[in-house]
């Protein structure tokens, strides 16, 4: 089996403050976490920014410069971007940051989906800000868009143009085939990074069977050209990430993609997620990758060629 890559999703722009204290908000503690992370074992990092005012989604490139230049001098980490942001945000505000700084890496949601957060929001008896309860409450109407045009356009500007890799974020089977088009377009060019996401309200479920046939379908379009990670929201994070582990594929935690270390039990940090799952997934046998050896293996342009 090839090195296994651990991918880190620092703070994401799901989860609100009031859900737990240990989210990162600020530059310095997105950037603080980042690191320790890092240290932890994470060979990429996947980044999104927040206002560090209220902890709201943000897409300002200034936000992301309070962390990005900082993470880069103290960690060899590959630093990648989210093209995502939020579902309230328009293309144009997703795109703003990632244009600006060139990285290594961007995620890429292969479609259109429903994005259903507001069960979460009848888990909390006390909000610390005034945007959150709304946010959440909200989403039982809210599209994150990304059409086949959204998606040509980010391949265009952030892989042709800027030579960025892309986490391709799978949501459902359906989302494997629309990245078949593109790589019969001649838009993509393996090897593909194909993260499995699971458990989100609007995709596919956090279910042993679905990973399976997810897999299978992964081998039938894309064959030897693509590896694969699993990211699981909630509770079925670590025994998703571990049946990744235990097939072959690379794994992502985070706070990002669950508030917890165990049942009931906040994460104290994203390091602490790191170093779990490290733990797991070297008892089976698997060796960690650097971040040198997850940029081979991805066919990155490397560190020195982005612009912050």
């Given at each position: 089996m090839d090195k296994i890559i651990i991918t880190c999703a620092v703070t994401g722009s799901i989860h609100t403050p009031s859900m737990s204290p240990h989210l990162p908000v600020?530059?310095?503690?997105?950037?603080?976490?980042?690191?320790?992370?890092?240290?932890?074992?994470?060979?990429i990092l996947h980044l999104h920014a927040r206002d560090p005012?209220?902890?709201?989604?943000?897409?300002?490139?200034?936000h992301f410069m309070g962390f990005l230049p900082r993470i880069k001098q103290r960690?060899?980490?590959?630093i990648n971007l989210t093209t995502g942001g939020s579902a309230l945000m328009s293309l144009e505000e997703r795109l703003a940051a990632p244009l600006q700084t060139e990285p290594e890496m961007c995620s890429l949601n292969m479609g259109t989906m429903n994005f259903a957060l507001y069960p979460a929001a009848e888990r909390i008896s006390e909000w610390k800000h005034d945007w959150e309860k709304p946010f959440l409450e909200n989403s039982d109407e809210l599209?994150?868009?990304?059409t086949p045009r959204d998606v040509a356009h980010v391949l265009t500007e952030m892989g042709e143009k800027r030579g960025a890799r892309f986490e391709f974020e799978?949501?459902?089977?359906?989302?494997?085939?629309?990245?078949?088009?593109?790589?019969?377009r001649g838009m993509v060019k393996a090897p593909f990074f194909i993260q499995f996401v699971f458990g989100v309200l609007g995709g596919i479920g956090a279910d042993p069977d679905n990973l399976i046939h997810m897999k299978r379908m992964a081998d039938k379009?894309?064959?030897?050209?693509?590896?694969?990670?699993?990211?699981?929201?909630?509770?079925?994070?670590m025994p998703m990430a571990t049946i990744a582990a235990a097939m072959g594929g690379h794994v992502r935690v985070g706070l990002e993609d669950s508030l917890m270390i165990e049942r009931g039990v906040l994460a104290k940090s994203n390091a602490e997620q790191v170093a779990k799952i490290r733990g797991i997934v070297e008892g089976l046998g698997r060796t960690v990758a650097s971040p040198a050896e997850a940029r081979q293996m991805l066919g990155l342009k490397g560190a020195d060629r982005t612009a912050f």
């Open positions: 600020t530059a310095d503690e997105i950037a603080e976490q980042s690191v320790d992370a890092a240290e932890a074992g994470a060979s005012q209220d902890g709201r989604p943000s897409a300002s490139p200034d960690t060899d980490a590959v599209i994150f868009r990304n799978c949501y459902d089977v359906g989302h494997l085939y629309m990245l078949r088009h593109f790589a019969d379009l894309f064959g030897d050209d693509y590896r694969f990670s699993v990211l699981a929201a909630g509770r079925q994070q």
